[in-house]
Nanobody, 115 residues
Framework: QVQLVESGGGLVQAGGSLGLSCAAS????????MGWYRQVRGNQRELVAT???????QYADSVKGRFTITRDNAKNTVFLQMNNLQPEDTSEYFC?????????WGQGTQVTVSA
């Protein structure tokens, strides 16, 4: 059974940086897309970044140039480096792994950016 465990959230001042990680366990193939989403309570979950392999990535316009998604296939782990964080980045962040028609989600980690 696939499980995702996130870590790295916290509180940071505007302009600061945080790194998130998501470790996947279970039957994993390195070509499966992994991504980060975020959700403010009461709003829809939105895509932050997705990575299909080491170089093929996609970002939300709001985070381009500030966030970087990477993955370590040997460790089944995806990372999100977040720089120049702004208060509007405050949200709960979730990682997602897609395997065929199945989607697996982590439990979420809170990121709070103070002005």
């Amino acid at each position: 059974q696939v499980q995702l465990v996130e870590s790295g959230g916290g509180l940071v001042q505007a302009g600061g940086s945080l790194g998130l990680s998501c470790a996947a366990s279970g039957l994993i193939f390195d070509h499966n897309p992994m991504g980060w989403y975020r959700q403010v309570r009461g709003n829809q979950r939105e895509l932050v970044a997705t990575i299909w392999n080491r170089d093929w990535t996609q970002y939300a316009d709001s985070v381009k140039g500030r966030f970087t998604i990477t993955r370590d296939n040997a460790k089944n782990t995806v990372f999100l480096q977040m720089n120049n964080l702004q208060p509007e980045d405050t949200s709960e962040y979730f990682c997602k792994l897609s395997i065929g028609d199945h989607e697996y989600w982590g439990q979420g980690t809170q990121v709070t950016v103070s002005a």
